[in-house]
């Protein structure tokens, strides 16, 4: 069974920092590109930031560049999200998702395109 489990979240003061994981089981995690996506309420998915396989290839929103940055750990099938330079703006349930497709990718966000995603982490930036 494919299970996604973040952590991490929390409140932070603006300009503080949060580093978010997500443990992956119940798939080779070391296949398949890897997501996280936020969600402010009342509000649709954003896409934050991919990674593909190996961990050479990403991508950010610009929203987050240059102040987040995702990492993955293959041989403990663990996802991240260091986030810094936080802003009330990044308040949201912070979620990672797997993509369908084993070696696949698509730095166009589709969440049709991904089948598990996490329960989600709430992470709220407020003074």
């Known amino acids: 069974e494919v299970q996604l489990v973040e952590s991490g979240g929390g409140l932070v003061q603006p300009g503080g920092s949060l580093t978010l994981s997500c443990s992956a089981s119940g798939f080779t995690f070391s296949n398949y590109l890897m997501s996280w996506v936020r969600q402010v309420p009342g509000k649709g998915l954003e896409w934050v930031a991919s990674?593909?396989?190996?961990?050479?290839?990403?991508r950010y929103a610009d929203s987050v560049v240059g102040r987040f940055t995702i990492s993955r750990d293959n041989a403990k099938n663990m996802l991240y999200l260091q986030m810094n330079s936080l802003k009330p703006e990044d308040t949201a349930v912070y979620y990672c998702?797997?993509?369908?497709?084993?070696?696949?990718?698509?730095?166009?966000?589709?969440?049709?395109?991904?089948?598990?995603w996490g329960q989600g982490t709430q992470v709220t930036v407020s003074s």
């Open positions: 990674i593909k396989y190996r961990g050479h290839d990403i």
């Open positions: 998702a797997k993509y369908i497709n084993a070696f696949g990718s698509s730095w166009y966000f589709n969440q049709e395109d991904y089948d598990y």
